[in-house]
């Protein structure tokens, strides 16, 4: 599977952005995918997850209720709405899949990854 995530640029706090991860390759509809972030010199950091079975979201505490993960199985695309983002929230955000369901906000557990998309949040 092959990821390619877009999407990321520069806002202001308290806008919003939108980022796609699409994937090539193979369906993922058997995935579970992930958003995870990194800022330079930091661990990577789960962001939120969608399970591909029950189709089950899981978030970091520092994005629930801002930020929503979603996913259209039928055109290999997957979603990250993040709302009144904050300049903690600049980081570059990688989308990846995973064939489990569980640990979903462990990086290890994920087997594809795309080349990321910088978000940056001005204040």
């Known amino acids: 599977v092959q990821l390619q995530a877009s999407g990321g640029g520069s806002v202001q706090a308290g806008g919003s952005l939108r980022l796609s991860c699409a994937a090539s390759?193979?369906?993922?509809?058997?995935?579970?995918i992930g958003w995870f972030r990194q800022v330079p010199g930091k661990v990577r950091e789960f962001v939120a997850g969608i399970r591909w079975g029950t189709g089950g979201t899981v978030y970091a505490d520092s994005v629930k209720g801002r930020f929503a993960i979603s996913r259209d199985n039928a055109n290999n695309m997957a979603y990250l709405q993040m709302n009144s983002l904050q300049p903690e929230d600049s980081a570059i955000y990688y989308c990846?899949?995973?064939?489990?369901?569980?640990?979903?906000?462990?990086?290890?557990?994920?087997?594809?990854w795309g080349q990321g998309t910088q978000v940056t949040v001005s204040s």
């Open positions: 390759g193979r369906s993922f509809s058997t995935y579970t």
């Open positions: 990846a899949v995973a064939p489990f369901e569980s640990s979903v906000s462990i990086p290890s557990r994920y087997t594809y």
